[in-house]
Every structure is written in C-alpha cells, then in structure tokens.
C-alpha cells in the first residue's frame, strides 16, 4: 500500500488474422456466406496507462503529511534542478529547517520552516504558518502550490513515486489549492493506493484459471496428437 501509488492498465491489441474465407464469399453451391472464417493469432500489450484516480485518504496526525484531495501534484526540486511531480505527501525537516521528502529533495517551492516553531499549520488552499516561541500570532511561512496536467497520462514515472512532464502529457498549470480544478490540501493525511486489492486478487484467480483451461487444452491436443500417431503407425 504504498502512499500515492497509482495503478497501470494494460493496453492489448490483437494480431493479424488469418483469412480462411471473405465474408460475402460463394459456398460450393455457389451461394453468398453471409459470415466469414477468421481465425485470430492472439494479442499483444501495446501500452501502459497511469490510472490517476483518487485513493483513500488516511489521517496520520503528522504536521508535514499532506494528501491531495482531487486533482493536482505536488513538485519536488531534484538534486539536477529539474522539477519532478508526486502524489505522495510525506514530508519532514532537513537540519536547515526544509520541507523534504523521504529521499531529501526539496518541495518546491520551497518552505523554511524556523527553527524554534512550536506549531506549523497548512490551510487546504496550501498556506503554511507556524507558531514560534517569542511570538504568538501564527507567522506565514510559505505557499505550497499544485500542478496539473492535460493529459496526465502522459507523464513518465521515474520512480520513488515521482513523475516527469513529456510532450504527452503537456506543460504543467500551477496554481492555487482548491481554485481553477486543483484539488485541496489535507494536512495530517495521506492518500493511499488507488489500487483495490480484492478486485485485483479477483481478476489474478480469474486469470489463473484461464491460464490452467488454456494449459489443459494444448495437453488435450498434444495426447489426441499422440494417438493419432501411435495408431497410424
């Protein structure tokens, strides 16, 4: 159940087939078949789609743990500069007082939380405040902002729950938690895999079996194959 994971969909399609008789094609008593004879030669995985639905969210009560409840990624700052996006919501303090995740990239934009904070505080539209020891009015200390995307589909996993924009999947749209379609920030939670285990333990014995009809077909025809020869010869 890893934090933000999204489930992959396999994309088939079937092979060429082999034509043993055109629909519309005569008979031997030169009638018109209203069906033809086409016999397929299998399938083939032509792709793999990302599917971004939304997980559950579950509380943890952690100041820097924060789920996106509808659209929306959160960016992270890779040690090469370049932007990477994730659903996953764990984060912590690095010695400098950095929102980080657990590999120790830097949420951008960034957020410097002060080193003598006794609270931290994220509004679902992202506002970061915190409350410090020689002043009681919360202090504002940064705005997390959300991306999206047009096709979100599009973007190339990396790994570690991190995501990178391609010409597939368009520029990322910043802005606001809870404005122009982006979802809400949720501090204390943590969205869980969108994968649905029993559907997915359903689907694997479903799967299973037919792999076991298919095995004792081809086992049929190698014994009927197998006695044809022996009695012919």
Known sequence: NTTGFKRDKAVFQDLLYQINRQPGGLSTQNSELPSGLQLGTGVRVVGTVKQFSQGNLQITEQPLDMAINGRGFLQILLPDGQI??????????NVNGDVVNPDGYLLEPAINVPNNATNITIGTDGTVTAITDDQAAPVNVGQITLVDF??????QAIG?????ETISSGNPIEGQAGLLGLGTIEQGSLEASNVEVVEELVNMITTQRAYEMNSKVVSTADQM???ITNNIG
């Open 84 to 93: 990477a996006y994730t659903r996953d919501g764990q984060f912590q303090l």
């Open 150 to 155: 047009i096709n979100p589909q599009g973007l």
């Open 160 to 164: 570690n729950n991190l995501f990178k």
């Open 225 to 227: 194959l197998q006695f």
